[in-house]
């Protein structure tokens, strides 16, 4: 995930798919481990007078992932992002810090939302994918009624739903999964879910 991103017409389907989940399912918190990596080139305003840097409060207002932290509220569940940077180099450790993170949280059941820039990765992982194997350490340390959710962006194949799911599916040895779409909206993602415990 980047800043950059929060808030495009992918994180209504995100958002809205993670409450539904809350409402339908007494989900209490949901943490978004963010996989962060850092902003494309920064925006600047070009005129006569020269380049200029936005005004900080801008970037804070669009560009500040923290901020889905505003849609927790009094009936429904706490939102929290973890947002370490995340980079190949020290992937297991932000691992570490990330399932260290997901165990804090008091309020149960918890959702936990891997959300890397493009999914999970079938073969090479990179700073854009999580590993089938990390699935599996976040599946493995919830509870029960807990949920695992992931953000599934489309492959340049025209199977890249099924085989996707597959993979992730497997990385949760078998458990059943739903498959989150909005075809009226963004095409382009998925979200797969799954409890921990209990059938989908």
Same mark, same amino acid.
């Given at each position: ?14 958002? *809205?798919?993670?409450?539904? @989940? ?22 600047? @305003? ?7 840097? @936005? ?17 927790? *509220? ?5 939102? &929290? ?12 450790? &932000? ?23 493009? *999914? ?21 340390? @919830? ?7 992931? &953000? ?21 040895? *078998? ?26």
């Amino acid at each position: 995930m980047k800043n950059q991103w929060y808030a495009d017409h992918r994180d209504l389907v995100k958002w *809205g798919t993670l409450l539904h @989940l809350a409402a339908a399912h007494d989900i209490r918190s949901i943490i978004q481990i963010a996989f962060l990596t850092p902003d494309d080139v920064p925006v600047l @305003l070009t005129s006569e007078f020269g380049d200029t840097a @936005l005004d900080p409060r801008v970037l804070h207002h669009f560009r500040n992932i923290s901020r889905i932290a505003e849609l927790s *509220g009094p009936n429904g569940p706490s939102i &929290y992002a973890f947002t370490q940077p995340f980079a190949v180099r020290s992937r297991h450790a &932000y691992i570490r810090a990330a399932l260290l993170a997901v165990q804090a949280v008091a309020e149960r059941p918890v959702a936990v939302l891997l959300d890397p820039d493009t *999914g999970i990765a079938e073969r090479l992982a990179t700073s854009k994918h999580v590993k089938d194997t990390e699935v599996f350490e976040f599946w493995s340390v @919830l509870q029960p009624s807990d949920w695992l959710v992931l &953000y599934q962006h489309a492959a340049r194949q025209r199977s890249w739903l099924a085989s996707r799911r597959a993979v992730f599916v497997h990385a949760l040895a *078998g458990a059943p999964v739903l498959t989150f779409r909005a075809l009226s909206g963004a095409r382009d993602v998925a979200f797969f879910a799954a409890m921990r415990g209990h059938p989908a």
